[in-house]
């Protein structure tokens, strides 16, 4: 029996109550929020089911052995990871761990760096820390600029921020960009936070390769923050976890408040089915996911081929470059307004967003054609 990946229609899609749906009007398609349209992998919706049946809402414990051994073999099943499962928290979601660990990491008034164009809650969410932000340029192949990282680290980053896969482009770095980011920032005694939370939806062909596993510098300097959000549509439920794989990153971890009392219990329960038993879904929905950007491309190329893009490597977010339409700094404006399609709008992932998009094609095949027929409707006018 195959895996159900039937996206229901825009009207039915609307009733949800999540902010991707319900914050348009009714007929409005929305590709905005990293949230997918697909149903649950079924192991996870049964989990979360037999939890409501029994009452079991209650308050989570710190990640139990059961969450940590899940998780650990979930990670060298499917990332080649070997985690120790003794080095794993749980916190509320990796935006919060990331801001937790910056909060101890560094003083206030001091630095952390990220590369742009960013993930808009890096430039929201991490001063809650006290932190000032340095930003670090992408190359034109969309590899990290590693004179702006010096440079960052020269001026005092006490840790660079390294969402990987990138959003929003959706690059998976390579070993040797790794290797170099691990050097630099162990040099200088500054930290990797690498969140990986988009590391199970790396798409066929390239070779995703785990922070933590990259080299002795990286396991000296690294602390990956990771959930089971993206890759099972979970991100409501409030659970994710952080690894070390050094005891001074332990330590460090350890003088992090106790936010596992912030998580949700559901989450955790639907992580831990997730984990165990939700490989075919994955797999079925990573395959969805590469056949979706190829048939994004191709509709692109005949019906919009004035707008640019990489194809991303993993992820279901495409990054696309629209200044050639001639709609100005914030095309998502025009096409929403004329168009009546909802897509992320460039600028709030930096300055490097203008005139960009960021389209999310984790949904039907229908909708991803929909998606750029009304887009180009609204260049023809």
Not at 222 to 236: D, E, M, P
Not at 275 to 303: C, I, K, M
Request: hydrophobic residues 50%; proline residues 7%.
């Amino acid at each position: 029996m195959g895996i159900d990946l039937t996206v229901p229609g825009v009207e039915a899609m609307h009733a949800r109550a999540g902010a991707k749906w319900s914050a348009y009007d009714a007929d409005v398609l929305s590709a905005t929020i990293a949230e997918m349209d697909f149903p649950l992998a079924p192991p996870v919706a049964e989990a979360l089911r037999h939890a409501i049946d029994r009452a079991d809402l209650g308050y989570p414990k710190p990640a139990t052995q059961s969450l940590r051994g899940s998780f650990a073999r979930f990670a060298a099943r499917r990332l080649n990871w070997a985690v120790d499962e003794e080095q794993i928290v749980l916190v509320p979601d990796v935006m919060i761990g990331l801001v937790e660990l910056c909060r101890v990491i560094a003083a206030p008034g001091e630095s952390v760096a990220f590369a742009t164009p960013a993930y808009p809650p890096f430039f929201s969410m991490l001063p809650e820390a006290g932190v000032a932000l340095i930003e670090i340029g992408l190359l034109e192949d969309g590899a990290l600029d590693l004179d702006g990282l010096d440079a960052a680290l020269d001026a005092g980053a006490r840790a660079l921020v390294l969402a990987s896969p990138h959003n929003p482009t959706g690059r998976v770095l390579v070993r040797a960009e790794l290797e170099a980011i691990a050097e630099r920032c162990a040099g200088h005694g500054a930290w990797v936070l690498a969140d990986e939370i988009h590391a199970p939806l790396t798409l066929p062909g390239p070779t995703y390769v785990p922070f933590l596993e990259v080299s002795d510098a990286a396991r000296r300097c690294g602390i990956t923050v990771t959930s089971a959000s993206k890759a099972f549509n979970l991100a409501a439920l409030k659970a994710a976890l952080v690894v070390t794989a050094d005891p001074a990153a332990r330590d460090l971890v350890a003088r992090m408040p106790l936010l596992h009392e912030h998580a949700g219990l559901l989450g955790v329960i639907a992580s831990e089915a997730a984990f165990e038993h939700g490989d075919p879904w994955l797999d079925a929905v990573v395959e969805q996911l590469a056949a979706n950007r190829d048939q994004l491309g191709r509709e692109l190329a005949d019906s919009l081929p004035e707008v640019s893009w990489r194809p991303p490597q993993a992820t279901y977010l495409a990054w696309l470059d629209c200044t050639r339409l001639g709609l100005g700094d914030e095309p998502a404006e025009a096409f929403l307004r004329d168009g009546r399609v909802a897509l992320g709008r460039g600028l709030d992932y930096g300055a490097p967003g203008a005139g960009h998009v960021r389209l999310n094609f984790a949904t039907s095949p229908a909708h991803v054609t929909e998606a750029v027929t009304r887009m180009s409707a609204v260049r023809e006018r």
